[in-house]
């Protein structure tokens, strides 16, 4: 039996494991504006997970998973707080504004409706009917009956409650239906974890005429999107279920060639240029190559040394007919800093391998500390004449381009 002493003493602990999770958001620099710095404080997070432990609840960097399929994984979660509160700081939320949530799971909703106060909508909207009955439950227990929760495929997005200033997903969406662009308010802003050659990016995306163009983006992970917008990737099995190749558009490639060059002995490239900025360069590197996918493998393959631990969680790979070359690091001796490299299997390996390197060294010579990627997005008819420089990404509703301004004044990192 509970006692209000113990009532007290939980509340309590949820109170101060909260403060101890904003203050680390802060020293991290995900958390900026006071206002939101306010409401992460004020939102019981636990009211929207309580099967599970406060420890686990207020771990700033954890997601919880809400619902899994049959197979066991997940289709459904309470995202990391520090996702949420990145993506909440580019949304750039003030009081008054009408806002739908893309993907339900309730704290989220709870923390925007702090944002936009009582004078702003907050429409939570969710495919899965469980989601929505959980998510209007727990928002109920937390005090936040003025969120309206709704069931609805996010292919459609919610017509009924827009024009929307700010719209904003919390599902990896693969493509941008014109939903989304219609229901979005003049000089709004579309906060959305977009999927490009298989990499995701919490892009921010500003009306521009009849397209859309980024104000930035920031790494994060997120459950991909179910209904009318799902979108799997291919998998390639290289080594039974061992190493596989991730690939998202139709590319024709030798399987059975990519195959054999897996067994045969690697060739190795270091360059001499630092290992920094992984996750910029890995961006570059899928948007620059013709060929492309994620080589990714399991504990077992990388154990027998047949490919490099960096392919642990996929890494961003080059393919030449049947040769591909993929990137890893070294450690730098004396020093806490890594090196990069190069390794490529197959009979035009050398080739391969040479034209990573290149890939490397234009990123350390001309973009590294630049403003990084510049995304723009099309509607799918719109002709390719029409379209600017860059590598574009054709979808189903659109045609996504992705550009690399360069940085004004060189500053060179490599190692030699």
């Known amino acids: 039996m509970t006692t209000a002493g113990d009532a007290d003493s939980s509340a309590d602990d949820a109170a101060a494991r909260r403060e101890a999770m904003a203050y ?10 006071g206002a939101l710095a306010k409401a992460v404080r004020a939102v019981p997070r636990h009211l929207f997970a309580p099967e599970e432990p406060l420890e ?4 700033a960097n954890r997601a919880l998973v809400t619902k899994r399929d049959e197979q066991g994984l997940a289709t459904s979660s309470l995202s990391a707080t520090h996702i949420q509160v990145t993506m909440l700081e580019q949304a750039q939320l003030e009081p008054g504004m009408r806002v739908l949530e893309v ?11 702090e944002l936009v106060g009582e004078s702003g909508t907050v429409v939570s909207l969710d495919i899965d009917p469980d989601i929505v009955e959980r ?6 227990a937390a005090g936040y009956e003025r969120v309206t929760v709704v069931l609805g495929d996010a292919e459609h997005g919610y017509a009924a409650g827009a024009p929307f200033d700010r719209i904003i997903v919390t599902a990896g969406a693969w493509d941008i239906p014109p939903a989304w662009l219609n229901q979005l308010a ?10 490009m ?10 009306r521009d005429g009849a397209h859309l163009v980024s104000t930035g983006y920031r790494l994060c992970g997120f459950v991909p999107m179910q209904g009318s917008s799902a979108r799997e990737q291919r998998l390639i099995p290289l080594e039974g279920p061992e190493v596989a190749l991730r690939v998202e558009e139709e590319q024709l490639l030798d399987i059975r060639g990519l195959q054999k060059s897996l067994q045969s002995p690697r060739l190795e490239r270091w360059p001499g240029i630092e290992f920094d900025r992984p996750d910029e360069t890995h961006f570059w590197i899928a948007t620059a190559a013709p060929v492309f996918g994620l080589l990714a493998a399991r504990q077992g393959a990388i154990d ?4 490099a631990r960096s392919t642990q969680q996929g890494v961003p790979t080059l393919i030449r007919g049947a040769s591909f070359a993929y990137r890893t690091k070294r450690p730098i001796e004396g020093t806490n800093s890594f090196e990069n490299g190069v390794y490529a299997h197959g009979p035009e390996a050398d080739a391969v391998a040479h034209d990573y390197v290149e890939l490397l060294r234009r990123f350390d010579r001309d973009l590294r500390g630049g403003p990084g990627a510049h995304i723009e997005v099309f509607p ?6 029409e379209l600017p420089r860059g590598r574009v990404i054709e979808k189903r509703h659109t045609r996504v381009v992705v550009s690399w301004p360069e940085r004004e004044s060189p500053n060179h990192t490599g190692l030699s």
Do not use: F, H, M
């Not at 998510?135 to 109920?140: H, I």
């Not at 050659?197 to 500003?206: D, H, I, K």
């Not at 799918?380 to 004449?385: G, I």
């Open 380 to 385: 799918a008819a719109t002709p390719t004449s």
């Open 103 to 113: 993907g339900s799971g309730g704290y989220n909703a709870a923390l925007i409706a």
């Open 197 to 206: 050659r298989g990499l995701t990016r919490s892009v921010v995306l500003e």
């Open 24 to 33: 680390e958001l802060e020293e991290w620099g995900d958390l900026r504006s």
């Open 304 to 307: 027998r040394g047949l490919v």
């Open 56 to 59: 686990n609840v207020y771990a």
């Open 186 to 195: 003049s000089g709004g802003r579309l906060i959305v974890p977009l999927r």
């Open 135 to 140: 998510a209007r439950g727990s928002l109920d």
